[in-house]
């Protein structure tokens, strides 16, 4: 069984409303993979990469750099990392402005 999203963390993942993602139901845009018996819709792993135009490469390493000063977005970021299945790979830590950030690399 695959991954399914609930309309609110989908949206934050798009970085889009979960309004807007009702609207593009409505109007044939983007329907979820399903809608439970409450009435809960839930988006795919598959729609996600879709809709973020990702096209699974296994001979490709794929590396990223994120900059995170708040423990909000190091929350965001280490969950983003758990469900995309994503390795962190080295954390460096520095002190800029009196301000502690994290560029964390990602493969």
């Given amino acids: 069984m695959g991954k399914y999203y609930s309309i609110n963390k989908f949206s934050q993942i798009l ?5 807007t993602l009702r609207n593009w139901d ?3 845009k983007l329907h979820p993979h399903h809608t439970s018996n409450n ?3 839930y988006y795919s792993q ?3 990469n879709q809709v973020m135009n990702i096209t699974p490469d ?3 390493i794929v590396i ?3 900059r995170v000063s708040s423990n909000k977005q190091r929350k965001l ?4 990392i ?4 994503l390795q962190l790979e080295q954390n460096i830590k520095t002190r800029l402005l009196f301000h502690q950030t994290e560029t964390l690399v990602l493969i």
């Fill in 64 to 66: 990223g750099y994120c």
């Fill in 82 to 85: 758990e469900d995309g299945g």
């Fill in 58 to 60: 296994l001979d490709r």
């Fill in 46 to 48: 598959e729609q996600l």
């Fill in 77 to 80: 970021v280490k969950e983003l």
């Fill in 26 to 28: 409505k109007n044939g």
């Fill in 39 to 41: 009435g809960y819709r």
């Fill in 15 to 19: 970085g889009v409303s979960a309004q």
